[in-house]
Nanobody, 115 residues
């Protein structure tokens, strides 16, 4: 079983930046695809970005050019650098890991973009 703990959320003004981190309970070198998802109030959870063990990245169109996903095997950490934040980026952000045909989720971290 993989445990994931997110951190780094908070309140930021439009145009600002935040960096989210997700620490795994085991070596992420053994984990397949990892990703960030988000869920805004009243909306379904949606994909933000994913990254494969080989470093291939996939982004939602709404965050391309603003967000960067990365994984650090040495620190068992998945990160999401978010720049040029917009009010519509407000949501709870979740870390996800695919391992041995199962998917594991973190508890989420709130990101609020507001002036």
């Amino acid at each position: 079983q993989v445990q994931l703990v997110e951190s780094g959320g908070g309140l930021v003004q439009p145009g600002g930046s935040l960096r989210l981190s997700c620490v795994a309970s085991q070596s992420i070198a053994t984990i397949n695809i990892m990703g960030w998802y988000r869920q805004a109030p009243g909306k379904q959870r949606e994909l933000v970005a994913t990254i494969t063990p080989g470093g291939s990245r996939n982004y939602a169109d709404s965050v391309k050019g603003r967000f960067t996903i990365s994984r650090d095997n040495a620190k068992n950490t998945l990160a999401l650098q978010m720049n040029s934040l917009k009010p519509e980026d407000t949501a709870v952000y979740y870390c996800k890991a695919d391992f041995l045909w199962l998917s594991y989720w973190g508890q989420g971290t709130q990101v609020t973009v507001s002036s």
